[in-house]
């Protein structure tokens, strides 16, 4: 048991931890630069302690490609501004591409009716290097932005690393998504290029979206150029003005990468967008490579043998660490499907079929699949399996016990914390801490988290609010159109300035593992994929019916997720089938599909602030069990009367024991 009286579930043999990557660069640590630790807590400690150090080394240790190595690590580590590695310059594809020389298969593509296609690693630099080249032919310059709607297929990897080898900006969402939805996020950055496709399958319905990329490219004024990769159908025809992403990834184009300054813009990932629209996170070629070498060889001790299938959406930041796995050299495994395809256990299938080794998944998946009864480590053969990554919201304790007792007895499983905001996680794995019911293994290296009381003081053994204390190299380097920085500072330095505050309510144990337990703000968190209510709010408060409307995404106990929509109709409409089905249509069509609520709820107020903002905060908690007392103050409220009826919905729900979550997909 830890301090914390928490079961020990597995622990990494003697023999694994002294052959895992984190071990060989402790030792490397010792013998080159007379850094002595015993355990991950000392590493993690010198790592966060001595920041130059710890960064240098990791450049170092992975002998980073660059044509202008470093010659300082951190110049301020004021946050946010924080500069990294000032006089480096160097790109991002070249070092994911760097191992693909060798022979072997860089990418699986599989969906749901099996394997659709491999690409080898010569095959792999070869179409990055043509499509790379078809962008500077039609006047991609560094800086440009290339938008795409794909989902989870081989083409959004070549894209993504072609992107980034002319210096261009890369963004990228689901083609699940609606229109608005799209343009809301693209006309903001203004893409001169346009990646769509024909179309997906899920759940064996195919879905055809050559309407949205037209749609879309009468939205964006500032595309010069559209390609469309037929995912669906290769005989269907492509539209006029639109090039065949098939016909630009072939011929004897050579690798050419830009060479950027080390915090040059590498992808916009998006907000969940709270208030307004969804902020343009922006990250960098050089903070994300640093990340993903340490996570992924340290953290999740992944090499050349390894094959890797995350489940995720492009939508959803896991999809971008799944291509930032190939910087250890691992296969890279796509999936562009339903997660529960023909059965619950679907994913555990792949799994099998294709000999991975490390599995990221969402807790919502597992936690389903614990519930109807699966036992996949029965139905299929995971020998193979390593590891196991759950993430996306806390995994239940049963959970936990399940992976062990019906996936395999022996596997690293670690659940991580992290986010869109740096592309990482903040703490979760590591290769030589036992793994216990319920916690993470502890904070990543280099991020020095910390859990705050209310009073801004460390906090050791209680909840908290999670910190971060320092800077880390894939901290966002700017908001997309906040050129003051405000929206910057609004979003992660206003309740402790200078230090970052994530918005997850935390535990830090006496011996460094970690329990989260659910956002603390408003985040519509479904499965990973975040959704700021303000999108929701936008395509239901067009319709005629709606005066006003209130939506909560609540992280429950007992790991499931309850997203209720509550909605005042104007006097002459009812809320009958009629109206329900066109709520969840529009929200289905204009936002995602995932994002459609659990239940829609008639109610007679939306209750706010005396300045007029939605109690989105109160109401959450409420939901999730906290007293009315401590979870609003009620001189805050304009009408306190409109929150007396929130106060007896949540006596209500929990009356009912209801809450497992569905998991948004549709």
Same mark, same amino acid.
């Given at each position: ?17 002294? #052959? ?121 310059? @560094? ?7 794909? @989902? ?74 559209? &390609? ?46 709270? $208030?307004?629209? @969804? ?41 971008? +660490?799944?291509?930032? #796995? ?18 619950? %256990? ?10 991975? $080794? ?89 991020? %020095? ?25 894939? +901290? ?62 936008? #395509? ?91 979870? &609003? ?22 009356? #009912? ?10």
């Amino acid at each position: 048991m830890s301090e914390a009286g928490r079961e020990v579930l597995w622990a990494p043999s003697a023999e694994r931890i002294s #052959a895992s990557r984190l071990a060989q660069y402790q030792r490397w640590l010792a013998a080159e630069k007379q850094v002595e630790t015993t355990d991950f807590d000392s590493l993690w400690r010198w790592s966060v302690h001595d920041l130059d150090g710890f960064w240098s080394s990791i450049w170092e240790y992975f002998d980073v490609i660059a044509s202008a190595p470093p010659t300082t690590v951190l110049t301020d580590r004021t946050m946010p501004g924080a500069q990294w590695f000032p006089n480096a310059r160097l790109n991002w594809a070249e070092n994911l591409l760097r191992d693909c020389e060798r022979d072997g298969t860089a990418i699986i593509s599989v969906n749901e009716n099996g394997i659709s296609g491999e690409l080898s690693r010569q095959d792999l630099v070869a179409q990055v290097a043509n499509l790379a080249a078809h962008f500077r032919r039609v006047g991609v310059r @560094p800086g440009d932005r290339i938008a795409a709607v794909l @989902p989870n297929i081989a083409p959004a990897i070549v894209s993504v690393l072609a992107a980034a080898s002319v210096g261009a900006v890369w963004s990228c969402c689901a083609p699940d998504f609606g229109l608005k939805g799209l343009t809301d996020r693209f006309t903001q950055i203004e893409p001169t290029i346009l990646i769509g496709v024909d179309g997906y399958q899920f759940n064996g319905k195919r879905i055809d979206r050559i309407d949205l990329l037209a749609g879309l490219r009468e939205q964006l004024p500032s595309v010069r150029h559209t &390609i469309l990769v037929r995912n669906l159908d290769d005989t269907v025809a492509v539209p006029d003005g639109v090039t065949d992403y098939a016909d630009l990834v072939v011929g004897d184009a050579q690798p050419n990468y830009e060479q950027v300054p080390f915090d040059h813009p590498l992808w916009i990932l998006y907000s969940s967008g709270t $208030t307004g629209l @969804p902020k343009g996170i922006v990250h960098s070629h050089g903070g994300i490579l640093l990340e993903a070498l340490k996570a992924n060889a340290l953290h999740y001790d992944l090499g050349p043998t390894d094959r890797v299938f995350i489940a995720a959406s492009t939508a959803w930041v896991v999809w971008n +660490m799944l291509v930032d #796995a190939m910087a250890t050299g691992a296969t890279l495994i796509t999936y562009d499907g339903s997660p529960t395809y023909a059965r619950p %256990d679907h994913q555990f299938r792949i799994c099998a079929e294709h000999r991975v $080794t490390r599995f990221g998944t969402g807790a919502a998946y597992l936690t389903l699949c614990e519930r109807v009864g699966t036992r996949p480590g029965d139905e299929f053969d995971l020998s193979a399996l390593r590891s196991m990554m759950s993430t996306g919201s806390p995994l239940p304790d049963s959970t936990w016990r399940w992976v062990y007792d019906a996936v395999t007895g022996d596997v690293h499983l670690g659940s991580d914390s992290g986010g869109t905001d740096v592309a990482t996680g903040f703490i979760g794995a590591n290769p030589f801490a036992p793994v216990r019911t319920g916690e993470l293994q502890g904070p990543y290296l280099g991020v %020095d988290v910390q859990s705050w009381n209310e009073a801004g003081q460390p906090v050791t053994g209680e909840v908290g609010e999670m910190v971060i204390a320092a800077p880390m190299p894939s +901290m966002p380097i700017y908001f997309w159109n906040d050129d003051d920085g405000h929206r910057y500072q609004e979003a992660y330095f206003d309740v402790y300035p200078g230090v970052w505050r994530h918005g997850d309510w935390i535990t830090i144990e006496a011996d460094g593992a970690c329990v989260v337990h659910g956002r603390s703000d408003s985040t519509i968190n479904r499965g990973g994929v975040r959704m700021g209510s303000a999108d929701i709010y936008q #395509a239901v408060e067009t319709l005629p019916e709606i005066a006003e409307s209130l939506v909560i995404g609540a992280e429950l106990p007992d790991g499931g997720y309850h997203m209720p929509l509550f909605v005042v109709l104007r006097p002459e409409y009812t809320l009958d089938e009629a109206l329900l089905d066109k709520i969840r249509t529009t929200i289905r069509t204009q936002v995602s599909p995932r994002h459609v609520p659990d239940e829609v709820i008639d109610v007679p107020a939306v209750p706010v602030t005396r300045t007029g903002k939605r109690l989105e905060i109160p109401v959450k908690k409420l939901i999730q069990g906290i007293a009315p007392q401590v979870a &609003i103050s009620r001189a805050t409220v304009a009408d306190p009367d409109a929150l007396d009826w929130y106060i007896g919905y949540a006596e209500r729900f929990h009356r #009912a024991d209801v809450g497992h979550a569905a998991d948004g997909s549709a």
